[in-house]
């Protein structure tokens, strides 16, 4: 165990190598937050709500959509893909720790530096331009949305493990991958809340596994499922979670089984 | 001489051809990719609509009037991103020390990272852009258009390309002087169109002028859509109280300067390059 906790350490402090290119990422982060809770306060001029959702729910969305993405990092992360095309899996494969946990503590480590200094930082931006909702039953609240997010990282990394492993398959890869996450941005509620979908298509894409990545601690944070609810939210996205890491475990063994390090 | 005053159309259109030549090598990649970046912008444009579906206006816009706007500034995009590439991904190269290379051939600068990528499939986005301006058409309560119409549209994309060009440019400018700085320009490029896919009128006093005064997004599809739509946009928002009509005829002129301020920015930049020392 203690070998991943430093894996993980290891991996917070290579993102703490990019302060700059943090503080800037942050600054885009927050302008593009800035930039879509216009129009959806625009949208709210006309009626007070919108599948239940009311101008500070949507407003504290947005900012939590924002920043929730930069835990699950569904802006690309290609870090596995990177060895296998290099030939560096052949050296992480011989190390005597299992391949899916070293690359999940490594994402750990990253998404641990991104709550710190990202996902807080653009949460009090959204808190001074427009405000937000904050948990009324903190007492309940944080400690689901803790679950949630931890969750909610788990079924990501699952995700994004799994469309590296294409790289095995084929050097083309990335067009492919990259369209996976592009519509994961869709389909799990970043873009737009589930709930503004249209009924049918609403409950077929809170089915889906994305929903947990961004939908479901949206959900928990904004206080839109409690009790038996929330019980249940959470069961499902711990369900989603543990059979997304075992297709990305099982994955791993079937890419590893036909691996030939390429040259070079 | 300034390192920009010279350009070689005869040779960027030799290397832009080669570079089109290459990317066709792997027919199904580059379709793919081309697919990819539809597919990409479509899903964003799609979001939209799922917001329409709840509310018929955006601070009095109608679904159709805002696809104009998102269409015009997703087409410009495009072709900006095509053309100036060269000038985004320069980042990696003055970190590697790559760029020193360029600076000790005797072509000018400039030219040089122009004519580095000419990124063709960025068309998926320029072809998604011209879907939702299609959209937008579909409207039935909208007056028909009549051929000045669709020369305006068309010269407004032009100009709002070249705008959208000058501020990679800008990003370039950027890149050689802070050398971590790549995400910050992603704010005024992809920000920029995301910014311009919306009426400018909703957003916030600062903003507003900042998109007109100073990266004059506004030239790119706002004033060009208010006039192609008929609008006059709230009081307050039309420099000078001018008509949108002749605020898109002036846009060229917005455009050509900008882009002389950011090819100036960019040659002040290249002399006082110093490197990393990689």
């Given amino acids: 165990m203690r070998v991943y906790a430093e894996l993980a350490r290891r991996a917070w402090q290579r993102q703490r190598a990019y302060g700059n290119a943090n503080l800037a990422g942050l600054f885009t982060n927050s302008f593009f937050g800035y930039i879509r809770v216009v129009p ?11 599948s239940g959702y009311d101008r500070d729910v949507a407003i504290t969305w947005n900012w939590l959509a924002q920043s929730l993405i930069t835990i699950v990092a569904l802006w690309g992360w290609w870090d596995v893909a990177l060895t296998i095309r290099s030939g560096e899996v052949a050296i992480d494969l011989a190390r005597p720790i299992h391949y899916l946990g070293y690359w999940l503590a490594r994402d750990v480590g990253r998404a641990a530096y991104s709550t710190v200094y990202r996902f807080i ?9 427009s405000g937000l909702r904050w948990p009324e039953a903190p007492w309940l609240t944080w400690p689901a949305f803790m679950c949630s997010l931890i969750l909610a990282l788990f079924t990501s990394f699952a995700w994004r493990f799994l469309l590296n492993l294409g790289a095995f398959w084929l050097t083309d890869y990335r067009a492919i991958a990259s369209l996976g996450l592009v519509a994961t941005t869709f389909l799990s509620g970043f873009l737009v809340p589930l709930a503004f979908f249209p ?12 929903a947990a990545i961004i939908q479901t601690p949206a959900t928990v944070f904004l206080e839109r499922a409690d009790g038996m609810d929330l019980a249940l939210l959470l069961a499902q996205q711990l369900g989603w979670a543990v059979v997304m890491l075992g297709i990305a475990h099982w994955g791993a063994q079937v890419a590893t089984r036909r691996v030939t390090v390429q040259g070079g | 001489m300034t390192p920009s005053s010279v350009f070689l159309p005869a040779l960027y259109v030799r290397l832009a051809v080669a570079r089109v030549r290459g990317q066709m090598r792997y027919r199904v990649g580059f379709l793919l990719m081309i697919l990819g970046v539809f597919v990409a912008n479509a899903f964003e444009f799609v979001a939209l609509l799922v917001l329409f579906g709840q509310v018929k206006v955006l601070g009095g816009w109608s679904a159709h009037e805002v696809a104009l706007l998102w269409g015009m500034s997703q087409m410009s995009f495009a072709i900006a991103e095509a053309f100036g590439r060269g000038f985004e991904g320069l980042a990696p190269q003055v970190r590697s020390g790559e760029f020193d290379q360029v600076l000790v051939r005797p072509l000018p600068v400039f030219f040089q990272v122009f004519a580095s990528a000419f990124e063709a499939h960025r068309i998926g986005r320029f072809l998604q852009g011209a879907t939702a301006v299609w959209y937008a058409r579909s409207d039935p309560a909208s007056i028909p258009w009549q051929a000045s119409h669709w020369t305006t549209l068309i010269f407004a994309v032009t100009t709002g390309a070249v705008i959208f060009f000058a501020t990679f440019v800008l990003g370039g400018a950027w890149a050689l002087r802070v050398v971590d700085g790549q995400e910050l320009m992603n704010t005024f490029t992809y920000g920029g169109t995301t910014l311009a896919s919306y009426p400018l009128e909703l957003f916030s006093d600062p903003i507003r002028r900042a998109a007109t005064w100073i990266l004059p997004l506004a030239f790119v599809n706002y004033f060009p859509a208010l006039a192609l739509l008929g609008r006059v946009g709230p009081p307050g928002m039309l420099p000078f109280g001018l008509t949108p009509i002749i605020l898109a005829m002036s846009a060229p002129v917005v455009a050509m300067t900008y882009l002389g301020v950011a090819v100036v920015v960019w040659d002040r930049s290249v002399m006082r390059y110093q490197g990393t020392g990689t």
């Fill in chain 1, 40 to 50: 959806l306060m625009a949208a709210f001029a006309s009626r007070p709500d919108i």
């Fill in chain 1, 121 to 129: 930082p653009i949460l009090a931006v959204g808190q001074l331009v």
């Fill in chain 1, 199 to 210: 009924p049918a298509i609403r409950s077929i894409l809170e089915a889906l596994p994305f």
